[in-house]
Each structure stands twice: as C-alpha cells, then as structure tokens.
C-alpha cells in the first residue's frame, strides 16, 4: 500500500511538471480602465467591454480577435471616481501566448455628464468614436497574469457643442500602459478643495493628465518613464498655473513631488 501511495505521487509529480508555464499556450490578461474628470463633477460612460487581439502563437497575425465582456450588472463608471489608485475591471481572460496588438474599447450609449447638478448627454463624434481602438505591443508569456490599462483622457476626450443644451461632444482619446514597464509621478496640490487639471508632458506630448482629490488634494499621474514637465492648470481661475520641470520616472517606482501651494493672482 505504501509501494502504491510512493508511485501515485511520483506520478502525479509528473503530471504536474508537463504542464509546466514553459508549454501552456495562454496568458491571463485583465484590462482596467483609469482616469479622472475635467471640469466635471461626473462623467458616467457606458463600458460594454473591450475586443483584443493577438499575433497568436506563430508570431503571425493570425488570433481572431476575443471580446473581454464587462461582466458587472450596471456597466456605467463613473469615470471621476478612477483617481489615485482606483481603477475598474473592464474584463479578463485568457489570450494565446505571443503578443497583445490591439485593444478597441466598446462602449454604449448611456453615457452623460454633470455640471452644477445638472445632467447632460453625451453624444458621439462619430461611430468610430463608439469603438475607440489603440494598437499595442505588449509580449504575452505562457502561465503568467497581465494587467493591461486604459487611460481614458477625459480631459482631451469631452468638447462642448455651441448650444450647451445639447450636451457634449465624446470622442474618446485614449493611451494604454503596464504597471510592469512604467511608474508614477504623485503629490498634493494646496490649499484643499481646489480642483486642478495635472499634466505631464515631454517635449509638445501630453502624456498623461489627471484631478485632484478634493479632500485630500492628492494626485497621481500613471503609465509614466523618463523625464518630463508637470503643468498645473487650477479649474478655479484666480490662481496662477504651475510648472515643475525634469520629473523622472522609473519603471516600477512612484516618483514624490513636494506639495505645491497654488499662488493666487496679483
């Protein structure tokens, strides 16, 4: 009986080193969605899930494209809400080993804004402007879980119509990165309870943008490397704009800036 127990566990010994990560022929892959509002108190977007593709196993483009369905009941965000550390789950599954190429982001059409408490729609540029897509690089390694994130810039995404009872124009711009190959630049903005607009840039890009934590006047700005110029617009206009230049970012770190104390105009 002994005997018997030794050789079922050498066995299964076994069975388990065949399937080693080396030979699976899939990667886990959840992709988030992040960002904050512009001058907004909501921005609500339908998020019905995204469609990714792949080079498949032969390195070819040869992977049919796979719809990670938003799995939650309502699949509104509040995308004001998606500021610091918070994020939402668009979907998650598993991709063919190889390289991730694409990502199209399928939204619905409730989406809408708040302004003053009041409620406005927002309308589509275009029907492209309902699927947004972005072409990546990201390798995909068999046995291993990626987080892939979206950047939904709200800030360059909404435009106003000339008739604000209309609602708002949505054409969505969008940039995508890896927790794994970027960092973060984060501080705090004073005194509490003013809004601002966060950018960094290098050279005439805008690379990432993001708000400010009313309460607690934090910032974070994700998906970052190397060297760059963060520009500080206060949404309330009797403070001065701030620059802070040569911020470098490294890859898996959070770069702290000091607090900056926003300087009212003479």
Not at 21 to 33: H, I, M, P, Q, Y
Not at 136 to 155: A, K, Q, R
Request: aromatic share 8%; glycine share 8%.
């Amino acid at each position: 009986m002994i005997k018997y127990i030794q050789n079922l566990i050498l066995f299964s010994v076994f069975l388990c080193s065949c399937v080693s990560d080396g030979e699976r022929s899939t990667a886990l892959v959840n992709v988030f969605v992040i960002d904050a509002p512009g001058n907004f108190e909501e921005v609500w977007v339908e998020i019905l899930g995204v469609e990714v593709k792949t080079t498949g196993t032969r390195g070819q483009d040869n992977a049919a494209p796979v719809f990670l369905e938003n799995i939650q009941g309502n699949k509104q965000v509040n995308l004001s809400n998606l500021i610091l550390d918070k994020q939402f789950l668009v979907g998650r599954g598993e991709l063919l080993v190889g390289a991730l190429i694409e990502l199209t982001l399928k939204l619905g059409t409730d989406n809408y804004v708040v302004v003053d408490g009041t409620r406005f729609p927002l309308v589509f540029e275009s029907n492209e402007s309902q699927n947004p897509s972005l072409t990546v690089n990201y390798p995909l390694d068999p046995g291993i879980s990626y987080d892939i994130f979206i950047d939904f810039e709200v800030f360059r995404s909404i435009k106003s119509q000339p008739d604000p009872t209309n609602g708002f124009v949505l054409k969505p711009k969008l940039r995508s990165f890896t927790r794994a190959d970027t960092g973060e630049i984060a501080g705090s903005i004073l005194p509490l309870q003013e809004n601002a607009a966060v950018y960094a840039i290098r050279g005439q890009d805008t690379l990432s943008s993001t708000a400010v934590e009313l309460s607690t006047g934090k910032f974070k700005l994700r998906g970052l490397l190397g060297s760059h110029t963060i520009s500080i617009i206060p949404f309330n206009t009797n403070y001065l704009p701030e620059t802070i230049k040569n911020v470098n970012v490294e890859s898996r770190k959070i770069t702290q800036i000091n607090a900056i104390t926003l300087r009212p105009k003479p």
